[in-house]
């Protein structure tokens, strides 16, 4: 049986699919490259922001489409979606016949089983335990040199926008020893770099034989894997401790880059979004950071046009973007989200124009932050993983500095996994050009 796993949404995501394809790995299906060739298509989905949603929906519209065709086809649906609308997209026209939350994916291969007796099957429990942690990983995603590795899984802190809490359920951190395990492997498989994921990596607390936190695994991982690069996302504020950022900082193979999501410069609109940290606590983690480690770069989620947001509250978060000095962003508009606090609670106020208008500044200023940023870097020496072949010239590679910053520089006979020293000479706001010396 051929299966195609499509992913929607987040770097968990991703792992997550992983996860999908090594428990049915083991039950005879092998993973193909398009949905045309499949007698499984499964969509791993995404319910963060209604765009999000969107897209999912329209990819279900096409497969249904093939699925007329193509009757024995069999369609489901992964993820936060089928945790958040079990009911209705069971009862919309789609033709899906599995739906399966991100806590219920070993009992996939006993779900098939109904389908293929023609029931449409849902299982969307939640688990306070589940983190997969036995399980190897089929790296179907991946490039062979970069891999995600989950480390704990669901989120509690019930930020007032945020769906997360209530799609994938309570935190749950994963058992040292199975991280570390999984981390040689892939240094065996010739990986070069992890990523250490989790909705809130920093909040990290095994609680078994012994009690470790978050700074105590870097270390274990870093030395486990002294060839490997490590990296992790994604940090909330509120636990960026002087003790991690000192582990960051003194650990060789660990990443200068930190991904911070501060969501709002305002207090007012901080505090309505539960964020449990103000501008002040958030700017003092930046100088820290920034103190302690020179050359790190320091990325960040922002939301525009939260509920009540005002133009003095919009303002704030220019200039807190501007303090910061951000060196890279992901930016939204808000997006009230059903059964959040902030939906029960809070009315979705500011206009779309508005929140778009405020959105467009924000990005705006980024570009313009990104941009800086990366002419900084002109003249000065980086060491380079090699990703890969550069989109736009096959004479060309790409890679990554320590700082998450993607390079492009003439092949030479270097190829993906090498590492190799590279002069920046030239930039985007996106993309930084070098030689290799
Ligand atoms: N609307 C807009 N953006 C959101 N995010 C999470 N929930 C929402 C929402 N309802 C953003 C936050 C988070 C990132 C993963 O997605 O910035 O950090
Ligand atoms: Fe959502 Fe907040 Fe949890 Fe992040 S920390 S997943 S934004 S609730």
């Given amino acids: 049986m051929k ?64 699925k007329r065709k193509q009757p024995g086809l069999m369609i489901g649906v992964l993820g936060c979606m089928a945790e958040r609308m079990k009911e209705q997209l069971l009862e919309e026209e789609l033709m899906v016949d599995l739906m399966a939350g991100p806590d219920s994916y070993r009992e996939l291969p006993a779900m098939l089983l109904q389908v293929s007796s023609g029931q449409r099957v849902a299982n969307v429990m939640l688990s306070e335990a589940e983190t997969y942690e036995d399980l190897s990983p089929v790296r179907h995603h991946s490039d062979g040199v970069s891999a995600f590795v989950s480390i704990m899984r669901g989120c509690q802190n019930f930020c007032a926008y945020c769906v997360v809490p209530y799609t994938r359920g309570k935190e749950r951190s994963r058992a040292p020893e199975s991280i570390v395990e999984e981390c040689r492997k892939l240094m065996t498989d010739g990986y070069r770099e992890v990523t250490l994921l989790g909705q809130n990596v920093n909040s990290y607390h095994w609680q078994g034989d012994r009690s470790l936190r978050f700074p105590d695994l870097l270390k274990e991982v870093a030395s486990a894997v002294p060839s490997m690069r ?135 200023l980024q570009q313009e932050l990104s941009l800086e940023s990366n002419k900084a870097d002109i003249g000065l020496r980086f060491s380079v993983l090699v990703e890969g072949v550069s989109k736009k010239s096959d004479q060309a590679l790409f890679g990554r500095t320590p700082q998450n910053k993607v390079v492009v520089f003439p092949a030479g006979d270097l190829k993906a996994g090498d590492t190799v020293d590279v002069v920046i000479h030239d930039c985007t706001s996106a993309t930084l050009l070098g030689k290799t010396v």
């Avoid at 993973?31 to 969509?43: K, R």
Wanted: hydrophobic share 40%; aromatic share 8%; proline share 3%.
């Fill in 3 to 66: 299966l195609f796993i499509e992913t929607f949404g987040c770097q968990m995501n991703i792992s997550d699919s992983e996860i999908v394809a090594s428990i049915l790995d083991g039950e005879g299906y092998q993973i193909c490259g398009t949905a045309a060739e499949a007698d499984l298509v499964f969509l791993n989905t995404c319910a963060i922001r209604d765009n999000a949603e969107q897209r999912v929906r329209k990819r279900l519209r096409e497969l249904s489409g093939l």
């Fill in 230 to 364: 490590i990296r992790f996302a994604t940090s909330h504020p509120k636990d960026i401790s002087d003790e991690l950022i000192a582990t960051i900082a003194n650990t060789p193979n660990v990443c200068h880059h930190v991904h911070l999501p501060a969501q709002s410069g305002s207090n007012r609109i901080l505090h309505l979004m539960n964020r449990k940290y103000t501008r002040e606590w958030y700017l003092g983690r930046v100088k820290a950071l920034r103190e302690a480690m020179p050359d790190v770069a320091i990325s960040t989620d922002l939301i525009a046009g939260f509920c009540s947001e005002t133009e003095e509250d919009h303002m704030e978060t220019l200039s807190l973007m501007r303090e910061c000095h951000f060196d890279f962003a992901f930016m939204f508009a808000y997006s009230e989200r059903p059964g959040t606090s902030a939906a029960e609670k809070l009315a979705d106020d500011v206009p779309t124009t508005v929140k778009k208008r405020r959105l467009n500044e924000i990005i705006t």
